[in-house]
Every structure is written in structure tokens, then in C-alpha cells.
């Protein structure tokens, strides 16, 4: 605000003194007030990205053998020293629980947020399928244009899912799951939550090449 009464007054103190400065005097003030520039004041956010539907028939393809009794699962949650998370802008919130389902999850924050959406991720590895998911009515039919084709959202069988998005996607050692949980006063639309938990699984799967 103090910005543009300035500005405003210096523009007016040009126009009132144009009657009797010189012209010479007249375009460098004004070439002093047109030279000034603040960004932050007229950056604007990049547009939000909006999901699209699923074909109806789509089919997908699990990568792991859910029965080889010698497949092991990735472990998003130890693989990385706290200095690795944070060059992705994360860091580890729980410690890691394992149990003989298997699964191995533990929770993640952000460092720093600049979109003003608050919240959680679980992070999690196991070998529940797509199938499965669906079957269960937990499959959002929507994905975002020109992501992963194997990567699919999915909601929680709960009333609160208006605040949940899951990103998963089936890799050869486990269904690498990234699930955002919004705690924040903000009202992110579902297609927000999903890309928040799209973007912190395309860090951490391109950070340890989980393929």
C-alpha cells in the first residue's frame, strides 16, 4: 500500500511541475518513476492444474509379483538422510513403522509452503493392488494430463476425504503410495490435494529412482 501511495504521489508531483520545469527535467523525472519495478506486487501464480476423467475402460497392470515370496519393498522412509529430504523440501515427521503385512509407512512434512495448502503425507509401500482399490470404491476416476499413465489417485472410505488425496503407483517392489492430508485453514479442491500428493511421489520416486 505505501508502495502505490508513492508511486501515486510521484506521479502527480510529475504532471503539477510539468507546467514550469524543463522538458529536459520533465522525461528524466518521468523516466525515474517508469523505471521502478516491483515484482512481488504483480507476480501471479501459476494456473492450478485440473484432473481430467479415466477412459472407462481403463485396465492396469500391477508391476509386482504380489505372491513371490522374495520381492521386497521399497523404503521410502529410511532411503534418504534428512539432508537428502531436505533438498526436496521435505523431512521425515514419524519414524518408520513395519509389520508383517508387509508395509512399511511413516509420515512426511514440508519444509517450507508456498501455496498456502497445509498439511501431512504418508508415505507408504506395500502390496495392496489396483484392483483391490477399486473394488472397494476407493479409485478417484480422474488423473491430471500428461502425467505417468501408471500413476492413480485414490480417496479414504471416510467423510473427510474432501481434505485426502492419494498418489500411488505400482513399481516391482511394492504399490509406492503418497497420501496429503490438508490440516491448514485454506479450502484446496480436491484436484489441489491430489497434485500436492502427485508432486511430493514424483520427488521422492525421482530421488531414489524407484521405478
Not at 510521484?10 to 504532471?15: G, I, K, M, R, S
Not at 537428502?84 to 512426511?108: W, Y
Request: with cysteine.
Amino acid at each position: 500500500m505505501r508502495t502505490r501511495i508513492f508511486t501515486a504521489l510521484a506521479t502527480c508531483c510529475a504532471v503539477i511541475l510539468s507546467g514550469c520545469a524543463s522538458p529536459q527535467d520533465t522525461q528524466s523525472a518521468h523516466s525515474t518513476t517508469t523505471e521502478e519495478t516491483y515484482p512481488f506486487e504483480t507476480w501471479e501464480s501459476p494456473p492450478k492444474p485440473t484432473m481430467i476423467p479415466l477412459p472407462p475402460d481403463r485396465e492396469y497392470v500391477e508391476a509386482f509379483d504380489k505372491f513371490d515370496p522374495n520381492n521386497t519393498l521399497y523404503d521410502l522412509c529410511d532411503t534418504f538422510s534428512p539432508e537428502e529430504l531436505a533438498d526436496i523440501g521435505l523431512e521425515k515427521a514419524t519414524v518408520t513403522s513395519r509389520d508383517s503385512s508387509p508395509m512399511i509407512d511413516c509420515g512426511m512434512s514440508e519444509v517450507h509452503t508456498t501455496d498456502g495448502i497445509h498439511g501431512v503425507f504418508s508415505v507408504s509401500t506395500h502390496f495392496a493392488r489396483y484392483s483391490w482399490m477399486r473394488d472397494h470404491g476407493l479409485i478417484i476416476d480422474a488423473t491430471f494430463p500428461g502425467i505417468d499413465e501408471r500413476i492413480y489417485f485414490s480417496n479414504l472410505p471416510q467423510e473427510d476425504d474432501d481434505k485426502y488425496c492419494d498418489a500411488a503407483i505400482s513399481t516391482k517392489h511394492g504399490r509406492i503410495s503418497i497420501a496429503f492430508s490438508h490440516t491448514g485453514k485454506a479450502t484446496p479442491t480436491k484436484d489441489e490435494l491430489c497434485w500436492k500428493a502427485y508432486e511430493t511421489l514424483e520427488k521422492l520416486r525421482t530421488k531414489g529412482n524407484f521405478t
